[in-house]
């Protein structure tokens, strides 16, 4: 086990070492590139990192000042998310509004940035929701249904 540290994802090899990945991160962004959520395409999985890493920032700021009650922490996101909402409306109008960062597809930005937008919501952060948000609005609404989709798909397959 890597660094002793759980979890741990092991993968059993023909011919070679087994592969041994600890760290829940690296693990996510291994399933996710291995599932097809991150582009083969380095120039535009550089892309895909950017977005997620943009809310990522936001999201550990969120929880410092929201779920930790941190009170000096809060001005600071609350200015953060009005920037990284206004230049993700951008973004999402840039590549057509369509419900999706990259192309007309379910990638990991999407759902990363899902997870990130509803747990701000659950604090009545309405900043992220409201009319200065309709594209990322229409992103959630998007991905939503796409994974209850391939819910309804995965359990055809049980």
Known sequence: M?????????????????????????????LA???GFISPDLAVAVKQEQVRAQFDDATFLWMEAYFKNNETARPHFDELIKVVVCKHEELLEKYGSNGHYFANELTYPDISVLISLTSFKRFEIDEI???KAPSLKKLIKTIREEIDDKEVQLKQYD
């Open 129 to 131: 929701m409201e009319e």
């Open 33 to 35: 590139y291995k599932f």
């Open 2 to 30: 890597p660094l002793e540290r759980l979890p741990v994802l092991v993968f059993n090899q023909e011919d070679k070492e087994d592969l041994a990945i600890s760290e829940s991160d690296v693990i996510v962004h291994y």
